[in-house]
């Protein structure tokens, strides 16, 4: 079974910049999670799909992130315009249902600096 | 104020030692609690699950305690062996919608 994957692997953009990561989850799995995990922290959620539907994306900062998931399969994550304190490591993961008690699967994470 | 914290402090053991690494909670109610293992250059890889009314969950040289009167989960390692040497993660799984909400991590170095 393949597992969760994300482009690109690494990005480096200057401050104000836009810039976009993709995510293709588990074949199956109706839930997909958009994660920000900064140096030294645990991952902090952003945005949580149910198939197409947004679950919760109460730490989504919408003045500059925004998600979406198209036919409830792949998802991009966008930032428009990024800051310094953006800089860290995007975690896409995905399980296959929502509720408790679901493991959820990681990609290798999109690791971003800004400049 | 609610908080998640796990040692702060890497943890440095001999191999064949037990590891045990702790994760407390404070001003969360979680219905399971989860740990994750994460290399580095790595998305976090799921380990255990344990439900709140269970006290310990075991799968092979892994344990997990977990204590709603204390809220606090403590994660052992037994016979740790080198390839063990990496960040564990402990996660708050919430009744509402499967979040999870993850502490810091504890950085974990097995020496031969």
């Known amino acids: 079974e393949a597992g969760v994957a994300q482009s690109p692997r690494y990005k480096i953009i200057e401050k104000r910049q836009s810039v976009a990561f993709w995510c293709n989850p588990i074949?199956?799995?109706?839930?997909l999670y958009w994660y920000q995990q900064i140096l030294g922290q645990g991952p902090k959620l952003l945005i949580q799909f149910q198939n197409n539907g947004v679950v919760d994306d109460s730490q989504l900062p919408k003045d500059r992130f925004s998600a979406e998931r198209l036919k409830g399969v792949d998802s991009t994550l966008k930032i428009q315009p990024a800051k310094l304190e953006d800089s860290a490591v995007y975690l896409c993961a995905s399980s296959p249902a929502a509720g408790y008690s679901e493991t959820q699967y990681f990609g290798p994470g999109t690791r971003l600096l800004v400049l | 104020s609610q908080k998640i914290e796990q040692n702060s402090e890497a943890l440095n053991i001999q191999e064949g030692k037990t590891a045990t690494l702790t994760c407390n909670y404070t001003?969360?109610?979680?219905?399971?609690l989860q740990w994750y293992r994460q290399d580095p250059g790595r998305g976090p890889v799921f380990l255990l699950l344990i439900r709140e009314n269970e006290k310990e969950k075991r799968k092979e040289r892994l344990k997990v305690t977990f204590d709603t009167t204390l809220k606090q989960s403590l994660f052992h390692i037994t016979a740790s062996q080198p390839a063990d040497s990496a960040t564990y993660l402990c996660a708050l799984d919430m009744y509402e919608g499967g979040k999870l909400i993850f502490g810091q991590g504890t950085e974990l170095s097995v020496k031969p």
């Open positions: 001003n969360y109610s979680p219905a399971y």
């Open positions: 074949s199956g799995h109706a839930t």
